[in-house]
T-cell receptor, first 116, second 114 residues
Framework: DTAVSQTPKYLVTQMGNDKSIKCEQN?????MYWYKQDSKKFLKIMFSYNNKELIINETVPNRFSPKSPDKAHLNLHINSLELGDSAVYFC???????????????FGNGTRLTVT | AQSVTQLDSQVPVFEEAPVELRCNYSSSVSVYLFWYVQYPNQGLQLLLK??????LVKGINGFEAEFNKSQTSFHLRKPSVHISDTAEYFC????????????FGPGTSLSVIP
């Protein structure tokens, strides 16, 4: 029973297109995240939502827009895709809240986005 | 702001040999420390974490790490590695004093040689 699942696993698209990645967690966690992993394996946080409220919004182009319909789901929509957007995008969740800051992250298996 | 350094980008080691993966951090406040492992084509999994208390922390798959506050280090060790330990290892920190993001180090690629 997958804890954090994201779809699709692979996404190949052309420059200028718009695409979405979906994420769902069944752990009952309050907080969800999007991370970007580049070709050198470097991980950078993009967004964090706590109970559907945007908590962290790193310096990410406006073309990236997260949406959290409920606390179990966090989707990522990307407009006008560029070559530099090619990366692996990871969804994660944790029991992090404003009272506890030490909950580990649970990651999905990633979505490999290739922009041609 | 806090930061994490993993000095070794690649560590090759023979099977059944011991290994140490180094992690140093900088932060103006106390931190929580984590090690995560990423197997090929998978997401990251928690290996172990240091929150408080004993500075020697034991994790899954026979790994352990020691928190050294004076040296701001959190090195990961395993006395005898297996082929299945071949993976990318990430050290991570988060601040104790506020709700904040987890900062990851650049990762160390461990290759176990048969």
């Amino acid at each position: 029973d997958t804890a954090v699942s994201q779809t699709p696993k692979y996404l190949v698209t052309q420059m200028g297109n718009d695409k979405s990645i979906k994420c769902e967690q069944n752990l009952g966690h309050d907080t969800m995240y999007w991370y970007k992993q580049d070709s050198k394996k470097f991980l950078k946080i993009m967004f964090s939502y706590n109970n559907k409220e945007l908590i962290i919004n790193e310096t990410v182009p406006n073309r990236f827009s997260p949406k959290s319909p409920d606390k179990a789901h966090l989707n990522l929509h990307i407009n006008s895709l560029e070559l530099g957007d090619s990366a692996v995008y990871f969804c994660a969740s944790s029991q992090e809240s404003r009272q506890t800051y030490n909950s580990p992250l649970h990651f999905g298996n990633g979505t490999r986005l290739t922009v041609t | 702001a806090q930061s994490v350094t993993q000095l070794d980008s690649q560590v090759p080691v023979f099977e059944e040999a011991p290994v140490e993966l180094r992690c140093n951090y900088s932060s103006s406040v106390s931190v929580y420390l984590f090690w995560y492992v990423q197997y090929p084509n998978q997401g990251l999994q928690l290996l172990l974490k240091y929150l408080s208390g004993s500075t020697l922390v034991k994790g899954i798959n026979g790994f352990e790490a020691e928190f050294n506050k004076s040296q701001t280090s959190f090195h990961l060790r395993k006395p005898s590695v297996h082929i299945s330990d071949t993976a990318e290892y990430f050290c991570a920190v988060s601040r104790k004093t506020s709700y904040d993001k987890v900062i990851f180090g650049p990762g160390t690629s461990l290759s176990v040689i048969p």
